[in-house]
């Protein structure tokens, strides 16, 4: 019950407190005490009103009160008991009053409770506040300690702000009864126990919101004019924009200090519009309608936000969202968002609606109207084009959040001329169509939310299958070993690094020699390609072969999931039939399943399937003591970031990019997202000696995909387990942040890797092992500083290196440092490397479902490659067989 009421009542409270911190840190050149001071500011004046309805319902019932007052004395002296009750109910009941309207003298009290309860929470979990030093605050973090009297320490700053508080309750209660000033003062006193041992940081802010509060009430006193007010908020804003502006010494802080007084010096201007527009249309003077169009307004919004846009990413790919380290259920993710934002989207607008004047409800209503119509046209009209995302709703890069002028303007004028279709609507007697449009968008958006959640509910089911099937093997693989070597024979290892690029890999040795010395022997082909940019594409040819390439696919006439399955059996299917003891683990998409669904396997005797994705992830973090420690959010993050994606895709275009923060989502924490995604996939690698036997006396065949390429991390989450001067040695070799990222987890890969090929020399198995490294695809813009190889084309929007797979083998016997070919390949090459050469054992050679032989399938034609499977157009081919000549690529002409 406790997480329900924080959710709806404090969550959206501290994300607001932490964005506004959040910008002001980043404004005011990361001075802590600073942007404490603008968070301190902003919420003390957005709750300014609130707290002045909230007080007039307090004086409506201190008035009240003090009317009855004489009345109900005399009553209580006169009568006792049942007949009390009855005439003093009588009274109530002449006057519109009822014992319970007491509470309404507490209400200023009560909305203090939910700011205390986000701002404590929020400050006294914040890392930054540690070691920060602000003013005569030596350290944000800790109490400040400011007073030393008999060798005992005394914390200064809580005394301060209860002062102050009493000095501001004094004057607020000055014609109050006794009664409610003891309430106060006892107040004041219970904050000065609560805070007294906390963080000084948190104190600060709570003084300078008693400071504010001394100063608002100081001015309450006062009887001056609408105009002496005006005058004097212009006063404190000009004086609070020059010292910002000195402080911060930052051009976007004039432009934004500039903005507030041109808005603020306007405020007149925009009160009469705003009468006028209102008290123009007949809509408003229907306090019904109005009331009507909100709550269907904000209800839609909420349905939208909160379940549309959530369920929709979840449907798209149930087995993402399901049986994370976070959670087991994606209807438990459903679940939480739903509250975050019926509490960001319903239960706050709805409280300050009706603390609304009259006057004030009709602009509520528009404005919740216009955030509905926009907020439709961004999530169905303006979706983006931004890649693949992730189960931690992280993209590859936040480069794809970026929008053209053009694509920017054309968003913001279809905004406006939203805005205007409703202005015409309301004021040109169409109101009516307003509440119809917002009960139909409701309608809408609930039938979508129970199509969403039907899909959701039967991936569910199938997720659990294959979960249920994977444990009983993994069960089966904690007891036995999974990988099999033997000193006797002949040993086959292929490893599928999707995404991995080949033309890194120079790079890597180079800046890591202890890394390249564990790979002797290796010959690498950078001269290499894929068919297409993704594992469906890619993947195939990688598997089986020619006879799975896109343009195979285009000619195949039974189902693109079986041709799919057909390829990745050809390998193990080959090698088991030779008599090899074979392996494969985590096939990728298995049966066109996120978790692989190995069940393809089963007709074919002798192969072993096992998935060992997140395997030894708790051992992995208690060796790098990854968690709390490090101020990460610790396997939280999709539960917290599913609503903010929602306002992201709500969001006009240029905000996008702003709201991800590369993938933070606006967060005061180091961010996780994407770290155990990685950890998950890095972890069973780390630990592979554990699932390695080097004892079996036939000839064995492993063949293992990895995904560690595919999920980069950033150089600030590398940093909780890698040296300074590795991640150093990466920032030196990469030209972008992409490349940054990528090379970053690609280089922790072949480190881990390398560990592997060393236990492997130690075990009597690497000379008798013929090991291949290959990918499915590489990624797009890849560039690295001081490479041997140059992929900085000028044509950035064909994006080559996303075909420049890595493709490096070791034969049997080999030895000495990486040698490189440069002969013309592909990856579909791999199936005759696998398989060529072997004179002491028997390995066949042909596809065991075509019967055709690798080689005589090989293509030499012009190699075109494109997302054939998904859009039908071969959009890039290659021209020569160079791959790191930019004019030997081209689009294909539609």
């Not at 400071?211 to 609070?240: D, M």
Request: one cysteine or more; a positive charge; hydrophobic letters at 45%.
């Amino acid at each position: 019950m406790a997480i329900i009421l924080y959710t709806l009542f404090i969550y959206p409270l501290e994300s607001i407190i932490e964005l506004i911190f959040l910008v002001a840190f980043k404004i005011f050149n990361e001075n802590v005490g600073g942007a404490i001071v603008i968070v301190s500011l902003f919420v003390n004046i957005v709750t300014l009103p609130i707290y002045s309805a909230a007080e007039a319902w307090q004086n409506k019932e201190r008035l009240l009160q003090k009317r009855l007052k004489n009345k109900i004395k005399d009553i209580k002296a006169v009568f006792k008991g049942d007949e009390r009750y009855m005439i003093l109910s009588a009274y109530y009941r002449q006057n519109n009053y009822h014992p319970l309207y007491s509470l309404r003298g507490m209400l200023g009290l009560l909305f203090q409770i939910p700011f205390f309860i986000a701002a404590y929470h929020f400050l006294s979990e914040l890392a930054l506040l540690q070691g920060s030093g602000f003013l005569f605050l030596n350290n944000l973090g800790k109490p400040d300690a400011l007073l030393n009297i008999l060798s005992y320490k005394i914390n200064f700053l809580p005394i301060l702000m209860t002062l102050v508080n009493l000095l501001s309750v004094m004057i607020y209660t000055k014609n109050f009864s006794i009664k409610e000033k003891i309430q106060l003062y006892i107040m004041a006193i219970i904050f000065l126990f609560l805070l007294y041992n906390s963080p000084s940081g948190l104190v600060f802010y709570w003084t300078l919101n008693n400071i504010f509060s001394l100063f608002k009430n100081i001015f309450a006193t006062c009887n001056y004019n609408k105009k002496i007010w005006y005058y004097l908020g212009l006063i404190f804003i000009a004086a609070g924009g020059v010292f910002f502006i000195i402080t911060a010494q930052k051009p976007i802080v004039i432009i934004l200090m500039s903005g507030i007084m041109v808005i603020y010096i306007l405020i007149p201007f925009f009160i009469r519009l705003l009468k006028y527009f209102i008290d123009s249309i007949t809509f408003f003077k229907n306090i019904k309608s109005i009331n009507t169009l909100f709550y269907f307004s904000i209800i839609s919004i909420t349905v939208l936000l909160s379940i549309v846009i959530p369920s929709s990413l979840v449907s798209s790919s149930v087995q993402e969202f399901s049986y994370t380290i976070q959670y087991q259920s994606p209807f438990y993710l459903l679940w939480i968002t739903l509250l975050q934002g019926f509490g960001f989207l319903f239960i706050w607008p709805a409280i300050l609606y009706r603390l609304a004047s009259e006057r004030i409800k009709p602009f509520f209503s528009f404005i919740a109207f216009i955030i509905l119509i926009c907020s439709v046209i961004n999530v169905f009209v303006f979706q983006g084009n931004y890649g693949s995302l992730t189960g931690f709703l992280s993209f590859s890069t936040d480069e794809v959040l970026i929008h053209s002028v053009k694509e920017n303007v054309i968003n913001l004028l279809s905004l406006f001329l939203g805005v205007v279709l409703i202005v015409v609507t309301l004021k040109y007697k169409f109101s009516q169509k307003s509440v119809f449009v917002s009960k139909i968008l409701l309608i809408s958006f609930l039938i979508l939310s129970c199509i969403n959640m039907v899909k959701i509910y039967s991936g569910y089911k199938n997720v659990t299958r294959l979960i249920k099937i994977d444990k009983k093997n993994k069960s089966i693989g904690h007891i036995e070993k999974v990988y099999s070597f033997t000193k006797t024979g002949k040993n086959v290892l292929i490893f599928m690094l999707d995404r991995m690029p080949g033309f890194f890999i120079p790079s890597i040795f180079d800046d890591f020699p202890k890394i390249a010395e564990n790979f002797t022997g290796f010959t690498l082909y950078p001269n290499t390609i894929s068919f297409g940019g993704h594992t469906y594409i890619g993947a195939p040819a990688l598997y089986g072969g020619y006879e799975y390439t896109p343009a195979a696919f285009k000619k195949n006439t039974d189902s693109n999931r079986d041709m799919y399955n057909e390829s990745l059996c050809v390998m193990p299917r080959l090698f088991s039939e030779s008599g090899w003891d074979t392996v494969i683990t985590d096939a990728s998409l298995a049966n066109h399943s996120w978790i692989p669904d190995n069940s393809i396997f089963e007709p074919y005797h002798g192969i072993r399937a096992l998935n060992m994705e997140g395997k030894y992830v708790g051992e992995w973090v208690q060796k790098h003591k990854i968690g709390v420690q490090n101020s990460v959010l610790p396997f939280s993050e999709t539960l917290r970031n599913t609503i903010r994606f929602s306002f992201l895709k709500a969001s006009p275009y240029f905000l996008r990019k702003r709201l991800y923060n590369k993938g933070r989502y606006l967060q005061s924490k180091v961010s996780a997202y994407g770290l155990f995604d990685f950890v998950a996939k890095i972890a069973p690698l780390e630990f592979i000696e554990r699932d390695i036997s080097t004892g079996y006396d036939k000839d064995c065949f492993n063949l293992i995909v990895n995904n560690v390429s595919h999920t980069p991390i950033s150089a600030s989450q590398a940093r909780l387990f890698c040296s300074d001067e590795f991640i150093k040695k990466c920032e030196d070799r990469s030209r972008n942040e992409v490349t940054l990222n990528h090379y970053i987890s690609d280089a922790y890969l072949f480190s881990a890797l390398g560990n592997m090929m060393k236990m492997l020399k130690e075990n009597g198995v690497y000379d008798n092992t013929r090991i291949i490294f290959v990918a499915d695809h590489a990624y797009g813009n890849f560039i690295l500083n001081n490479s041997i190889f140059d992929t900085d084309f000028k044509d950035k929007t064909l994006q080559q290196t996303y075909y420049m797979p890595i493709l490096m083998m070791k034969d049997f016997n080999a030895a000495g440092e990486l040698s490189l070919n440069m002969d013309f390949m592909t990856n579909a090459d791999v199936p005759i490397m696998a398989t060529d050469g072997f004179d002491t054992v028997t390995i066949s050679t042909k596809n065991p479902f075509t019967g055709k032989t690798f080689k005589e399938t090989k293509e030499k034609e012009e190699i075109i490659i494109g997302n054939i499977l998904e859009d039908d157009i071969l959009n890039i081919y290659l021209k020569e067989e160079d791959i790191f000549v930019e004019s030997n690529w081209g689009k294909v002409k539609q």
